[in-house]
């Protein structure tokens, strides 16, 4: 199997890559469009700031390329942030594949926020043998609203999409990379997909 992580310079690269490694799979770090394109699925990682992120997709052709891509894609964090319509951050367009936007949390709760938190209302096969109110390990200041496309939600201020689905590509604000034993076994479902 030909596991690749797009490296476009906003990336938790290292931690995802010991995740796979703990389950036996190798992968391949690139920015290449003609190696994202042949991969069997494909890992959009994403740690920093959205409009800056969205300028490096630009630089390598990826804002073009992820969109088409036909085998599965997992959107992690901002990596699935980039995958929706808009963020607040920095203005940005996303890449349009998850029909919702992003928005900032308020100054009423405390952000970014960071942490364990539970995950319920699973709808995928992404959370096979995952139980609802699962903790997962989250940073962000920035959350999907609650859409049609939510295979999970989170509550932090109110009730938001902790995960996306669209077609062949999915999308979880929480990082499965640091999340133990749970997170791994979605890194396993995703796979298996």
Not at 10 to 21: R, T, Y
Not at 22 to 49: H, M, Q, W, Y
Not at 83 to 105: A, S
């Amino acid at each position: 199997m030909n596991t690749v992580i797009i490296n476009y310079g906003a990336g938790n690269i290292k931690s995802l890559e010991f995740a796979f490694k703990r389950l036996g799979v190798e992968t391949i770090l690139s920015n290449d469009t003609e190696i994202i394109k042949t991969a069997d699925n494909i890992i959009f990682p994403g740690v920093g700031e959205a409009s800056s992120a969205m300028k490096m997709l630009k630089t390598n052709k990826l804002d073009t390329l992820i969109p088409q891509l036909k085998q599965p894609v997992l959107g992690i964090c901002l990596g699935m942030q980039l995958l929706c319509n808009y963020t607040e951050e920095g203005n940005t367009n996303g890449l349009g594949i998850f029909d919702v936007n992003v928005k900032r949390f308020s100054n009423k709760v405390k952000v970014p926020h960071i942490g364990w938190n539970t995950i319920k209302n699973l709808k995928s096969d992404l959370f096979k043998s995952i139980n609802e109110n699962e903790y997962m390990y989250l940073v962000h200041s920035y959350y999907a609203e609650k859409c049609y496309e939510a295979i999970s939600t989170s509550d932090y201020e109110f009730e938001y999409a902790s995960a996306l689905k669209h077609n062949n590509f999915y999308g979880v604000q929480f990082h499965p990379e640091k999340s133990s034993t749970a997170g791994e076994q979605l890194l396993k479902n995703f796979l298996e997909l």
